[in-house]
């Protein structure tokens, strides 16, 4: 059954805004979906009071994922370089609502793992692939995805798209993505089809 609306909002958003204030930035409809965004230091609070109020029950956590603005010129629904979206689901109600937190470099997110046990890995996913740090759900002395010794966040928009040669601490190098593909017939790459050298390098 889908959620009852209070004062033209729907129950869950004007629930956020009475208990979480100035903290709720702004609210969003897009495409038929909800978001919310939020403060960082707030999102714990909106979190477990979207799982925890009896009518609101948004008990499962779909996912959580990370997107970098640096190069995105259209408008925006936060300031900063870094978003967190998280993405929650109302089984009983039927109804999914998403919450957005912004970051720039070096801003703690505070972790959600506590509220949702499912945020743990996907918050080390974002750690490890955008850089973004979450606090008390840190990578500590090692990557989650990546080997040990790889430099840099390779989902950051400032990073290559592969045909670079793979930069590792210790100075040495791994093959670039074009130095491993293998062509095959029918395949087109830069103009040429699989019969050639597929790189030129």
């Not at 009475?18 to 707030?42: F, P």
């Not at 046990?117 to 002395?141: H, M, T, W």
Request: hydrophobic residues 40%; contains cysteine.
């Amino acid at each position: 059954m889908p959620f009852p609306v209070v004062d033209n909002r729907r129950l869950d958003v004007a629930r956020l805004q009475e208990d979480l204030g100035a903290a709720v930035l702004a609210v969003k409809e897009n495409r038929g979906d909800t978001y919310v965004m939020v403060q960082r230091d707030a999102i714990v609070d909106a979190l477990a009071l979207l799982r925890d109020d009896p009518e609101l029950n948004y008990e499962y956590f779909a996912e959580c994922v990370g997107v970098d603005y640096l190069t995105w010129p259209h408008a925006r629904d936060l300031d900063t370089r870094f978003e967190v979206v998280y993405n929650l689901y109302s089984v009983e109600h039927g109804e999914r609502l998403f919450l957005k937190v912004g970051a720039n470099e070096g801003e703690p997110i505070p972790t959600a793992k506590h509220i949702y046990l499912g945020a743990e890995y996907p918050e080390k996913e974002i750690a490890d692939l955008f850089g973004i740090v979450f606090e008390g759900n840190e990578l500590v002395g090692e990557r989650f995805m990546l080997p040990d010794d790889w430099v840099g966040f390779p989902l950051r928009k400032d990073v290559g798209l592969g045909g670079e040669d793979v930069v590792f601490h210790e100075g040495t190098t791994g093959p670039a993505v074009e130095d491993l593909m293998m062509p095959h017939a029918g395949e087109s790459f830069e103009g040429r089809t699989g019969s050639e050298d597929v790189s030129g390098r």
